[in-house]
């Protein structure tokens, strides 16, 4: 009964102090908003209405205090007595630390005292939205009745729910569905299915850029630029085992090889797209050969800081007055050549595709390229040999992995799959400079790789879906997108720390043959 | 005109130390073709040492190392592979996030000869290798009798099956020597018995020559042509299980001195070694 009290203060004061924090950052006005465009389209404007954020001040009590109810019935239950008064304690103690903040912050507002200096979220209009509009008493009252609604109808809800089970029969359920679901049967019965599913898949998506907006086509572009990036990234550190982390320095390679080739300054050789999206993906593959050979004997860490010296190199080649003759300093590259649409295209359906429509198809076929060509490395002897690196590399090598050249040939390919990347981003842009290779690139390719599950490909093309489109998705929550984003992120790495979509190992083992071939084979 | 050479492997005068410590002083061994050695010693003896003396994880201070007449001495592990030494390890190490058919294929890496680009143009090298690889990695694990296990991850495997593992890994470079660092060690008898009777077929069925390091007495009598005793880096003895058991300076090196039954003794300080965690790498 007292740890039982004891714990619901607790879980009630960290109600609150999520409470107060995201009142003070101002996130809960900006949800608020966004709550209300949900169900209002008619909402404009970016003040939230006072029932919006009573409404979301209820909601976070409400799952912070079902979260505490749910774990604390695992060992042993309590009376409904219990459950209610345990709801009621969590809102009063939410309310009293909401409500504290917001008598504090009302009276400075009150005194006229601007307090911006120190807090720069809270300007006096956004007290006053806080406050409702209305005095403090009044908003005090308001507070209270929703954390305590909160609290309240969390203790219900549980009581409920435990009561009848409803949520372990529905979690039964979800899961029979899952496992004798139809469609895996019919899977397993007509394996080709698998591959007709997959062919689907990729007809919509290579629908996708005829019917979505230019706003979406231009976020799916440099979603597939990342996802490119990642493969290549992937079988680096997620199959090799090497914590390389200038990855840009390769993209960049790459962006401005292609650049310097099809741009009209400083050479003029306005090469074609094609043969010189092949020589920039040559160069980064010799840029790959020339990182990979000295940090062959290096591990861990040491590895990864000496490749992230190599990443910031290049950026500060690039941006150095030194060459500004042949990479136009910090002014970077202009009119950078585009690929011309085939006639073909046009015959087929009629009229030429819009310009950008038909790049993000381009980039789509290359994706493609690249998914072919590392999806065949992993599931051979060269990407085994990776794996069985990253997994021990001393032991691989008595197995007889030849490790520095198997490390190196990881790092080249990847290295050609960055510059291919890079050629494309820079052609999409038709400009390149030195701004766009900051470290922060690196990170996300490798948050690409991480958040997805290291080593899987399908994780890859997932983690540049979250990495790349997410923000854009979050745009609504406008200064607050890299807070929520990276919440996310810990979120998803707590919940799934293999990854969102982890490895799948393949079936491979046949029928044994008989002891005599065995002795046959294995006659030394 | 070459003459099939009388070793399968010669240690001449190994020697090697760490820092102030000779690990091995002076120690030689000849294993001929298809037989099986052991080495013993109390733990810290240098073993250990010894086996990654002749499988290149070492390199030797001095003494040679020949593998069938050729010196062997300072080439790197993975050569040494090719050759056609394999070996197990100590603390199993295994390839845990793989599958075990996976670090079978692995093993065979010396044996295969198709390259990245035959796998992305998959050419028909590429099919055939990977097709003939995969049903000789299901031919070796039925061989040590995991087949039931062949497609789950090797770090889900019980303790007995990963060391068969370890052991199939081995096989796959189609290798003429086995070093097995301690194949028995935490089995209960059932599956020591196992054990013992795998090793004697790869010797018979297979035709490999097995040198393995052990603690187990009863494993070593039973299947050893020969006895290697190491204590303090040192050889003290060579000879048959029989020679070995009626050595008074082998008796006295473990046990102190005593008329005990050396068989006895020895199981004891394994069964009290078996709870303690082994201190090396390899
Ligand atoms: N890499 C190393 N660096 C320093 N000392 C080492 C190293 N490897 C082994 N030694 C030392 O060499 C000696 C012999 O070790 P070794 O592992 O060969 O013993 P062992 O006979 O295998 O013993 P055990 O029965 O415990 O396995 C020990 O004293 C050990 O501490
Ligand atoms: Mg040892």
Redesign the pocket.
Known sequence: MKTLFSKSIQFGIIAGVILIFSELINLTSTFAVILEKLFNSAKTGKTASPLAIQILTGLVVFFIAYTFLRKKNGSKSHTAGQEIGSGLLMGITAGILISLLNVILGTYLAKGQDIRNYLDAVSPEVISTFLFQTDIANAVIRYFIATILGGLAASLLHLVSSKTNVSGKISKFIQKIVQQSKIRIFLNKYPYMTTILTLLVVIAVFLLPVLVNAYAISVLGIVFIYAIMGLGLNLIVGLSGQLVFGYVAFYALGAYTFGLLTAPKPFGIEMNFWPALIIAIFIAAIGGLFVGVPIMNLRGDYLAIVTLGFGEIIRILINSNLLADFTGGPQGIKNIGQPTQPALTAKIFGKPFDDNVWFLYLILILFLVVLYVVFRLQYSRTGRSWEAMREDETVAQACGVTVSSYKVLAVVIGAAIAGLAGAIYASRNTYTGPGEYAFMVSVNALAVVVIGGMGSIPGTLLGAFIIKGLPELLRDLENYRMLVFGALLIAMMIIRPEGIWPVKRRTLSVTPESIEVLKKDLKP | MTTKPAYVLEANNITIS??G?T??NDVSLQVPFQSIISII??????????FNAISGFYSCDSGTVLFQDRPINGIPTDEVANLGISRTY?NIRLFTNMTVVENILIGQQPRLRSTFLDAILQTSRNRREEKQSIQKASNLLDFVGLSAYADDMAKNLPYGAQRRLEIARALGNNPHLLLLD?PCAGMNPQETAAMIELIKTLRSQLKIAIVL?E?DMKVVMNISDSILV?DH?EKIAQGTPEEIQSDQRVVEAYLGSGTENLVEKYSQRKAANRKAV?????
């Open positions: 760490f820092g410590l690990a091995v010693g109390p733990n810290g003896a240098g073993k250990t040492t010894f100590q301690e390091i603690h190491l880096g082994q201190p090396h790498v390899f």
